[in-house]
């Protein structure tokens, strides 16, 4: 089976269509549940995932290209950051659209697309045995309680009644 995203340091037009296409899919699975879940417009979030994609894939470029040594997560994160500073002209038109695309919205999809390829990879995962299980659990639960404990501080020191 063709691998849909390739790994490799080098870009290719096949390894850039790759990721054009598994984000256009990302995109409308996730514009389809942000409007039934939220029920923000169709034409607005695709908009807004269409400007995620494409800092999505300048990041990914971005690391493969640049002799920095830098993950891909930092350029997007970057990027993102700055498109939307209100310096920029860039940034009332970027917030209006991103903020119709709701973070459960990708977030439901994002876990899918990792089940599937944890399914395709079970073996794998089984040879490591149950120490693996109870480890994964663990990190899993624990990022939750973290950002949990974070984010009801956040929400204390700002005044929202929680």
């Not at 290719?12 to 409308?28: E, R």
């Not at 034409?43 to 269409?50: H, N």
């Not at 310096?87 to 038109?93: C, E, G, N, R, Y």
């Not at 999809?109 to 299980?133: C, D, H, P, Q, T």
């Amino acid at each position: 089976m063709v691998e849909l995203i390739d790994g490799s340091e080098n870009v290719s037009v096949h390894g850039i269509f790759n990721w054009i296409l598994l984000l256009a899919i990302f995109s409308v699975i996730t514009c389809i549940g942000n409007y039934i879940g939220y029920e923000h417009p169709i034409g607005d979030s695709l908009v807004g995932m269409g400007i995620l994609s494409l800092i999505t894939l300048i990041g990914v470029w971005m690391e493969r290209k640049l002799p920095l040594n830098i993950s891909s997560i930092i350029y997007i994160s970057v990027i993102g950051i700055i498109i939307a500073l209100p310096i920029m002209p860039t940034s009332s038109f970027v917030l209006h659209y991103v903020s119709q695309v709701e973070l459960l919205s990708i977030v439901t999809v994002f876990l899918a697309y990792v089940g599937i390829g944890m399914g395709k990879s079970w073996n794998e995962f089984k040879a490591l045995g149950w120490r693996a299980v109870i480890v994964t659990i663990l990190v899993i639960a624990s990022t939750y309680l973290g950002s949990a404990i974070v984010a009801h501080i956040i929400l204390v020191l700002t005044g929202v009644p929680v």
